[in-house]
């Protein structure tokens, strides 16, 4: 399983490298253009897999206004979909509003998790 801490590490890698900038970050870009989560009102990090216990704690963590706007764009994005519509373009999220929310306290969660991991794992010798 893919943690966050590792995509971040190979998106990084993506972006330092030249020639595969040039080719992923076009190819992104049209990826997000034609997935239309914009269009129905919600941000990046709204998609991510919820049913994870680290972004459950990453969710709790949110500030109040924070997490009842991301349930707002879920409910308005439910709504959208079982109606068939989307959102007029005047309303839709824009590229400048889809700025990483939940990423850092995803990204907390987990270095909190490997740091819990490997002081439980520590043994103790005796000599």
Do not use: C
């Amino acid at each position: 399983m893919s943690t966050l801490t590792l995509v971040k590490k190979q998106a990084e890698f993506i972006l330092n490298t030249p020639i595969l900038r040039q080719i992923f970050l076009p190819a992104s870009k049209v990826f997000v253009k034609y997935s239309g989560y914009r269009n129905m009102g919600l941000r990046q990090d709204d998609l991510l897999w919820e049913e994870n216990p680290i972004v459950q704690k990453a969710i709790s963590r949110l500030p109040a206004e924070e997490s009842y706007a991301r349930n707002f764009r879920i409910l308005t994005a439910h709504q959208l979909s079982l109606s068939h519509d989307v959102l007029p373009d005047s309303k839709a999220v824009t590229p400048e509003e889809d700025t990483p929310f939940l990423t850092p306290y995803i990204l907390e969660a987990e270095a909190e998790a490997r740091e819990k991991d490997e002081l439980d794992s520590i043994e103790v010798k005796k000599h």
